[in-house]
């Protein structure tokens, strides 16, 4: 995945400690979406993305940051969410990203669900952290 | 302290109607809120209302799916009514498919369907 | 120091003869372009271009990259464009800006000192013949993405077949951005209709394979969220034949070979609904 550092400078910054820190990173999200100009379906699949991977974040991370901004590349527009939390990581990531794997209360479909509901999927785990980026582009 | 969503009873049925965003203490509450009141009303159906709801996250489907087999052990049967298309594609993609749960297109299909069900024609 | 001395020539030789070479400048291009363009619009945009290099030269010297040259390049990819929309070759484009060179040469080449900088300013031309290339082929790319999506917008038709019955015949190959197209117009035709059939057609879908399979069956497990019974009509016998033979599962989802026996299926779903409905209300 590029990298868009960059626009992590101009990001909207969601703390997120509590479940009602993650309803608030989804309107963060949407309002960008909106204002990007992305289809309203792209916009739907965005922020389910951001909840699902915001409930994780906070789930299994304790809580982190949540990072958004609006990205351009070749003459579309799009979303760049991040999510960064300091927990324990996820020890097998490969068999995390799979279809119902779950670690507990989830469905197992928080991250394999959420890589689908995007076009952009990164992550990147260990002991100081989980790190999670997207990007949703418009049509 | 976090807002409940209110469940109103008219006659046999419940009617939850969802009208904001919902944090996830908030879906677990209405969980145990419509399986109490399903008891204690002795009500034979439940429609809940998603229309106002712009995203369904794998949270709040499975609280879907779960309500209506709870609902159906105490004898009662869950119709949500009014997803918008592009929840509907979302969850499809998400790899949810609300096996189990009856739906309707709006609340007054909703309740016609209610009906057909207690007749024991659907 | 050659350099400097090609630019201070340069500039000079045209700031001199401005009136002179715009005039012959504009008389080869126009005779390329025979008339297909009137000679005071090519005089505006050839004046135009003309002073923008001179001053970007005068300012940053003959390199067509730097960033004095942006407005010169800002010009030639507006000239670029607006020759794309009127149906010029990108050939005849660039030969616009090439032809400043023919204008040059007999009063730059006339010495050794002369003859570099007409080779350096050909140069610099030719970078610039090069950028109107590239801004025609960007113009064309997208004209062919804007009109990619009128005719997806247009090759999907959603009608109401029915009270409460709405259907959309598919033509040509489904891939995944025109199934999200087809998908979503439906369902929201679902919604404003207050309909609760859907009907895809599929006759004039020349294969179906796992993808587009796949594609059906994510549009009616979402209609069937939504509260609405979506059928498959119109698979020909090799169809049916490929689907089984790929092994794909179609599960529950209602099939018929005809358009008219699936508008027959929904029709008497509805009625029967609706007789069940009057019972309810007795």
């Known amino acids: 995945m590029k990298d868009y550092g960059t626009a992590v400078a101009t990001a909207e910054t969601v703390e997120v400690t509590t479940s009602s820190d993650v309803v608030n990173a989804r309107q963060v999200v949407r309002t960008l979406a909106q204002r990007g100009g992305l289809p309203l379906v792209h916009q739907t699949k965005l922020v389910t993305a951001a909840s699902e991977l915001g409930r994780n974040m906070l789930i299994y991370g304790g809580g982190g940051v949540v990072r958004a901004a609006l990205v351009a590349d070749s003459g579309r527009s799009g979303v760049y969410v991040e999510f960064r939390d300091q927990g324990p990581g996820i020890p097998d990531i490969e068999t995390a990203m799979q279809d119902g794997w779950t670690s507990g ?23 100081g952290g989980t790190t999670v980026r997207i990007v949703k582009w418009g049509r | ?65 779960t309500n209506a087999s709870i609902s159906r052990i105490l004898g009662a049967e869950t119709i949500v009514v009014g997803m918008r298309p592009a929840v509907a594609m979302t969850l499809v993609e998400l790899g949810l498919s609300l096996n189990g749960v009856r739906t309707a297109m709006n609340l007054e299909r909703g309740l016609k369907l209610l009906r057909r069900l207690a007749a024991g024609r659907a | 120091m050659a350099a400097e001395s090609s630019t201070h020539l340069l500039v000079e030789t045209l700031a001199a003869n401005r009136d002179t070479f715009l005039d012959q400048w504009i008389r080869v291009v126009g005779g390329d372009l025979q008339g297909r363009l009137s000679t005071a619009e090519l005089g ?27 407005e010169a390049r800002s010009l030639l990819i507006e000239l670029s464009r607006s020759r794309a929309r009127q149906g010029f070759t990108p050939t005849e484009t660039a030969r616009s800006v090439f032809a400043l060179k023919e204008v040059l040469e007999p009063a730059l080449a006339t010495d050794e000192q002369g003859a570099r900088t007409y080779l350096q300013f050909a140069r610099l031309l030719d970078d610039l013949a090069l950028l109107t290339t590239e801004a025609y082929i960007r113009t064309r790319e997208e004209i062919i993405s804007s009109q990619a999506e ?47 059939h859907a009907i895809i057609d599929i006759t004039g879908v020349p294969t179906v394979d796992t993808q587009v399979a ?20 119109g698979i020909r016998p090799q169809i049916a034949q490929t689907i089984v033979a ?16 699936a508008l027959r299926q929904a029709l008497t779903e509805i009625a029967r609904d609706a007789e069940d409905d009057v019972k309810g209300l007795l």
């Open chain 3, 44 to 70: 505006r945009e050839l004046g135009e271009l003309y002073d923008s290099i001179l001053a970007a030269v005068t300012e940053g010297g003959l390199d067509g990259r730097a960033e004095q040259f942006d």
């Open chain 2, 1 to 65: 302290m976090t807002d409940r969503v209110p469940v109103l009873k008219i006659g046999e049925i419940l009617l939850v109607s969802i009208q904001f965003d919902l944090e996830d203490q908030t879906v677990l509450d209405l969980q145990e809120d419509l399986s109490n009141r399903i008891v204690a009303t002795g009500a034979k159906g439940v429609v809940i209302d998603i229309s106002a709801l712009e995203i369904v996250d794998s949270f709040v489907g499975r609280m879907l799916a």
């Open chain 3, 246 to 261: 790929l092994g794909i599962e179609f599960g529950d989802i209602p099939t018929n070979s005809s358009l008219a026996d």
């Open chain 1, 105 to 127: 209360s989830g469905l197992g479909l928080g991250l394999s669900g959420a890589k689908r509901l995007v076009d952009e999927f990164d992550i990147a785990t260990g002991e």
């Open chain 3, 214 to 233: 796949q594609h059906l069956l994510k549009t009616v497990v979402a209609a069937r969220m939504m509260g609405a019974q979506c059928i498959i009509s």
């Open chain 3, 150 to 196: 009128q005719l997806l917008e247009l090759s999907t038709p959603v009608v109401k077949l029915w009270d409460g019955v709405v259907g959309v015949p598919l033509v040509g190959t489904l891939d995944s951005a025109r199934t999200q197209v087809v998908m979503e117009k439906l369902l929201q035709t679902l919604v404003d209709s207050d309909s609760t």
